[in-house]
């Protein structure tokens, strides 16, 4: 009688004798080790079940993450404490396990209002750096409706899916900033023969993200067309986080209050307690529909906060403060060609009040600083006997007069 063959893994080759465990499937068979094997190239892969941040050890409270913000972004510090409590919730928010008798957290939505310069797209890049979940940065001006030259609003999960390595467990769990999200404002409040499809049509496009509903994806982001496959994500638990500047909402805001941008009151009303040099403070949901978001959309971004304008102090700690200031990267520039280079403090004045007569915000200190040291950054690589540069008031009014940038002046 013909002795029984002894069961081998179809993938290793051990024999049953050899293995503690042998799966049978239809075709063939699988060992425990070889079923460990598995597991570790899908962790290394970060394919499977996204596991969300532990609360108590390994996420940052409130306060330790407006820390940390602070030590890259000088002031704001409302904004700041608004996007710190914002993440702290949304890992609460994921870590949650429901249960029939469980409270359902919802997500809580945020836009920052802020002119031009002040900070907003660096908080949300700053926050990046410390995030245990994926996190993507979304840019509104190129977003049209479907079916017209630009792109769909679905290419924003795109970027985070992308961000999370196309694991949609992750993606899921995400947070998202768009940023100039005032750029798809209606445009105006009166009927037209042609359609908004960057502004109005978009807002709708953007509704069910916001809301929480499952969004066809494509992955390597563009058109969709019928023959493309699709990932499936469903936004229910994606913090969106919004940013604009809003340019004139401060006359909205002026005209609710009773008052004017120029700080004179209107006949007859007490305005006394209004701070006319940063109205933006005074800021309602209200003013964003009257500048052209839709009323539905305002009401998916429930928590509304604002960076006040900088002024000349903030604006000089920008330039020596953060951890990456601007004459920290320049100097460091420097260092790397052997030269010492240092800043007198009027030069740095000097400096803040182009910026403010320019109307750059913190975003002009490194066009200014760029056009200043132009010619040393051109010069002193091949100078090998000059190894310190010191960067004086008349060096720094000599180099910005030549340099184009003050032609803006002109423009301003």
């Not at 570790?40 to 996420?59: H, R, T, W, Y």
């Not at 479907?146 to 196309?166: F, K, M």
């Not at 056009?371 to 040393?376: G, N, Q, T």
């Amino acid at each position: 009688m013909a002795r029984k063959k002894e069961e081998k893994c179809s993938f290793c080759g051990r024999p049953k004798s050899e293995t503690t465990l042998l799966v049978s499937g239809l075709e063939g068979q699988i060992c425990n080790f070889c079923i460990d094997q598995a597991k570790v190239i899908l962790e290394e892969e970060n394919v499977g079940e996204f596991q969300a941040p532990d609360i108590k050890k390994s996420v940052l409270k409130p306060a330790e993450i407006k820390a940390f913000l602070d030590r890259y972004v000088i002031g704001q510090d409302e904004a700041k404490k608004v996007l710190a409590v914002a993440v702290y919730n949304h890992y609460k928010r994921i870590a949650q396990k429901y249960d029939d008798n469980e409270v359902e957290i919802e997500k809580s939505n945020i836009v920052l209002v802020g002119e031009t310069g002040t900070g907003k797209t660096l908080l949300a890049r700053t926050i990046a750096r410390m995030l245990h979940v994926p996190f993507a940065i979304a840019d509104a001006t190129v977003l049209t409706e479907a079916g017209y030259v630009g792109e769909d609003v679905e290419s924003i999960l795109t970027r985070l899916l992308q961000a999370a390595d196309y694991n949609v467990a992750a993606a899921e769990k995400g947070i998202i900033f768009i940023d100039e999200i005032d750029k798809i404002a209606r445009k105006s409040d009166n009927p037209s023969i042609t359609r908004d499809v960057s502004g109005e049509g978009v807002q709708q496009a953007l509704l069910k993200l916001l809301e929480g509903s499952e969004v066809n994806v494509p992955p390597q982001g563009g058109r969709k067309h019928p023959e493309q496959k699709m990932i499936t994500v469903n936004t229910k638990n994606i913090l969106f986080i919004a940013g604009g500047a809003f340019q004139g909402i401060e006359r909205t805001i002026a005209s609710r209050l009773r008052t004017n941008v120029v700080g004179y009151a209107f006949a007859g009303i007490n305005d006394e307690n209004v701070d006319t040099e940063h109205l933006l403070q005074y800021i309602a949901p209200g003013d964003l529909k009257k500048f052209g978001l839709i009323p539905e959309i305002v009401g998916r971004l429930p928590v509304l906060s604002y960076l006040n304008p900088l002024g000349n102090d903030t604006l000089r700690r920008i330039l020596i403060e953060p951890k990456n200031a601007l004459t920290k990267q320049f100097k460091k520039l420097f260092e790397m060609d052997d030269i010492e280079l240092t800043f007198d403090s009027k030069s740095l004045d000097y400096i803040v009040e182009k910026s403010v007569e320019f109307k750059l915000g913190a975003r002009g200190l490194r066009s200014i600083m760029e056009a200043i040291l132009i010619d040393a950054m051109f010069e002193l690589p091949s100078n090998r006997r000059k190894k310190k540069l010191n960067v004086s008031y008349d060096y720094a009014v000599k180099k910005l007069n030549k340099a184009s940038i003050a032609k803006l002046k002109a423009a301003v």
